[in-house]
């Protein structure tokens, strides 16, 4: 089974904090996923990543960034957490090709708390 | 630019009753559809998904759903509901064109009254 680990559960951080979710899958796969998750609104894309070192904006990049410097490993960076940016945040990662680029394996989800 | 419409945020249904949920999607080129089901405090799951040929796709759980082009709709249904289907059931949609980029609808709480 495809396995998509995020590094924090729940986080706690102040306004004005920098922040990293960390993300790493252990199939191989060529694109990986930063969703935030809100009652309501349900999945926003925020960034997503088709190959190394690429990116691309999703809905919602506004206060956001992202790195990935190795296949397995996509994070997504607060430079500057704001209230606002209280949410559920879930990585995905999915395969190459038509039919494996569709299928999307999330993680269990980061809860942060920006105080 | 794709989006998806789930009308419905909330379905209570009475077990073994059958269920529908809606899901609508708005999109100028031919799309993947695909339906997401969170378990409470778990992370999604894929339920089933339609990439081409039969519009009636089945996924697990005894849950289907069927594409309807001209509707532009895709809904889930299930003949039989039971208290283990409780959960929040996300549609999503990709186009051909996209890069991979999915985009999901703001999700269906389905509560199951026993």
């Known amino acids: 089974d495809v396995k998509v680990t995020q590094s924090s559960r729940y986080l706690v951080k102040r306004t004005g904090e920098k922040v990293f979710l960390e993300c790493v899958q252990d199939?191989?796969?060529?694109?990986m996923f930063w969703y935030r998750q809100d009652p309501g609104l349900g999945l926003r894309l925020i960034y997503f990543s088709y190959d190394v070192k690429m990116k691309e904006k999703g809905d919602i990049p506004e206060g956001y960034s992202v790195s990935r410097e190795k296949k397995e490993r996509f994070s997504l960076i607060l430079e500057s957490a704001s209230t606002n940016q209280t949410s559920m945040y879930l990585c995905a990662s999915g395969g190459q090709g038509s039919s494996g680029a569709n299928v999307l394996t999330f993680g269990a989800g980061s809860r942060l708390t920006v105080l | 630019a794709q989006s998806v419409t789930q009308l419905d945020s909330q379905v209570p249904v009475f077990e073994e009753a059958p269920v529908e949920l809606r899901c609508n999607y708005s999109s100028s080129v031919s799309v993947y559809l695909f339906w997401y089901v969170q378990y409470p405090n778990q992370g999604l799951q894929l339920l089933l998904k339609y990439l081409s040929g039969s519009t009636l796709v089945k996924g697990i759980n005894g849950f289907e759903a069927e594409f309807n082009k001209s509707q532009t709709s895709f809904h889930l249904r299930k003949p039989s509901v039971h208290i283990s289907d409780t959960a929040e059931y996300f549609c999503a949609v990709r186009t051909y064109s996209s890069a991979s980029k999915i985009i999901f609808g703001s999700g269906t709480r389905l509560s199951i009254r026993p």
């Open positions: 199939m191989d796969h060529e694109n």
